[in-house]
């Protein structure tokens, strides 16, 4: 009997055993089944929101690129991108490369003499500045001087039109800096520049230069164009507008009669155009004409010893009047006529 008893109460004990290890195993299972997935919730949760955050942040360049602003201008109000980003320029490439803007391509002139050449680097020149070939660019943005451009090309772009002689070459540049987003560019390129204005006019307004006439001239030959005259282009502008020196009085009545700010003298009437100092520009591998002539010797800006030659290799300096390249003309020309000053 007794033994019958100790048995029944072993399979008792054994029965406990089991089921409290069972207990044990499910009760494992569930605080690991709890961990797991409370570190794939964590994670999941770490991964979405480093992903909304990167989808906002993307989403606000995407927004940023792709907004636009609108513009006046003597066209009416043309809405462009607040952030162009395919720039097509013609006349006013110095302008938009002294804002920052890298063109898809251009349509003007590059010479190594200009102040920034090396941002030609890259930039394809168009052959034609019709709408088959700007096409090819995808441009988002067309700057120009010409108002038939607005007409010819608002189809394909964009088009800010601001005409010569509007607008000065500082307030032009500080136009198309608002109309990019490039206000502190253009801002900071004027300051130089007018820095520098104001220095030189300092200079040229005593001394030697006081109340002293000044012309630009160039020989063509007698049986070209003779003996060209430049109040705007060759650093007129900046000559004339910024620095407000005086043409000779015989050149004034002259522009004023022909209305042409610039035009051919022959031979035999130059020499009345030359002021007292006289910048004088020479082209590359072509010897004066006029300097061999008899007619040269009794010019008193020549006796005088007041030519300033600018040999052909820095035609490319002065051929544009934007900012830029005004403030690398300021240099050359203020240099060479403070050395007069030395003599």
């Given at each position: 009997?007794?033994?019958?008893?100790?048995k029944?109460?072993?399979?008792?004990?054994?029965?406990?055993?089991?089921?409290m290890?069972?207990?044990a195993?499910?009760?494992?299972?569930?605080?690991?089944?709890d961990?797991?997935?409370?570190?794939?919730k964590?994670?999941?949760?770490?991964s979405?929101?480093?992903?909304?955050?990167?989808?906002?942040?993307?989403?606000?360049?995407?927004?940023?690129?792709?907004?636009?602003?609108?513009v006046?201008?003597?066209m009416?109000?043309?809405?462009?991108?607040?952030?162009?980003?395919?720039?097509?320029?013609?006349w006013?490439?110095g302008?938009?490369?002294?804002l920052?803007?890298?063109?898809?391509a251009?349509?003007?002139r590059?010479?190594k003499?200009?102040p920034?050449y090396?941002?030609?680097e890259?930039?394809?020149?168009?052959?034609?500045?019709?709408?088959?070939?700007?096409?090819?660019?995808e441009?988002?943005l067309?700057?120009?001087?010409?108002?038939?451009?607005?007409?010819?090309?608002?189809?394909?772009?964009?088009?800010?039109?601001?005409?010569?002689g509007?607008?000065?070459?500082?307030?032009?540049?500080?136009?198309?800096?608002?109309?990019?987003?490039?206000?502190?560019?253009?801002?900071?390129?004027?300051?130089?520049?007018?820095?520098?204005?104001k220095?030189?006019?300092?200079?040229?307004?005593?001394?030697?230069?006081?109340?002293?006439?000044?012309?630009?001239?160039?020989?063509?030959?007698?049986?070209?164009?003779?003996?060209?005259?430049?109040?705007?282009?060759?650093?007129?502008?900046?000559?004339?507008?910024?620095?407000?020196?005086?043409?000779?009085?015989?050149?004034?009545?002259?522009?004023?009669?022909?209305?042409k700010?610039?035009?051919?003298?022959s031979?035999e009437?130059?020499?009345?155009?030359?002021?007292?100092?006289?910048?004088w520009?020479?082209?590359?591998?072509?010897?004066?004409?006029?300097?061999?002539?008899?007619?040269?010797d009794?010019?008193?800006?020549v006796?005088n010893?007041?030519?300033?030659?600018?040999?052909?290799?820095?035609?490319?300096?002065f051929?544009y009047?934007?900012?830029?390249?005004?403030?690398?003309?300021?240099?050359?020309?203020v240099?060479?006529?403070?050395?007069?000053?030395?003599?």
């Amino acid at each position: 009997m007794i033994n019958k008893m100790n048995k029944q109460l072993g399979l008792i004990v054994c029965a406990l055993v089991v089921v409290m290890m069972v207990l044990a195993g499910c009760s494992n299972t569930n605080n690991n089944s709890d961990l797991s997935s409370g570190e794939d919730k964590t994670s999941t949760e770490t991964s979405a929101t480093a992903t909304d955050g990167a989808e906002k942040s993307e989403s606000e360049k995407t927004e940023g690129k792709s907004g636009t602003r609108k513009v006046s201008t003597v066209m009416g109000e043309v809405e462009v991108p607040a952030n162009p980003q395919r720039v097509i320029v013609n006349w006013y490439v110095g302008d938009v490369f002294t804002l920052g803007i890298k063109p898809v391509a251009i349509n003007a002139r590059a010479d190594k003499a200009m102040p920034f050449y090396d941002q030609f680097e890259g930039i394809p020149i168009t052959e034609k500045w019709e709408s088959e070939e700007i096409l090819k660019y995808e441009p988002d943005l067309i700057i120009t001087f010409d108002p038939k451009d607005f007409e010819n090309f608002s189809k394909l772009a964009p088009v800010i039109v601001a005409p010569e002689g509007d607008l000065s070459s500082s307030e032009r540049l500080s136009f198309l800096g608002e109309a990019t987003g490039h206000e502190a560019e253009a801002q900071k390129a004027i300051s130089v520049f007018e820095e520098k204005l104001k220095n030189a006019k300092e200079k040229l307004s005593s001394g030697i230069f006081k109340d002293k006439t000044f012309s630009i001239l160039q020989d063509w030959g007698r049986e070209s164009y003779g003996v060209m005259y430049e109040t705007g282009s060759r650093g007129g502008t900046l000559l004339y507008e910024y620095l407000e020196l005086k043409k000779p009085e015989k050149l004034e009545q002259l522009i004023k009669q022909s209305e042409k700010g610039r035009d051919s003298l022959s031979y035999e009437v130059a020499s009345q155009y030359f002021g007292d100092y006289v910048l004088w520009f020479l082209k590359e591998g072509y010897e004066s004409e006029y300097a061999n002539t008899v007619i040269w010797d009794s010019i008193p800006a020549v006796k005088n010893g007041n030519i300033i030659e600018v040999p052909g290799q820095y035609g490319g300096l002065f051929y544009y009047s934007d900012v830029a390249s005004m403030t690398a003309q300021l240099d050359y020309m203020v240099d060479r006529l403070l050395e007069l000053e030395k003599k």
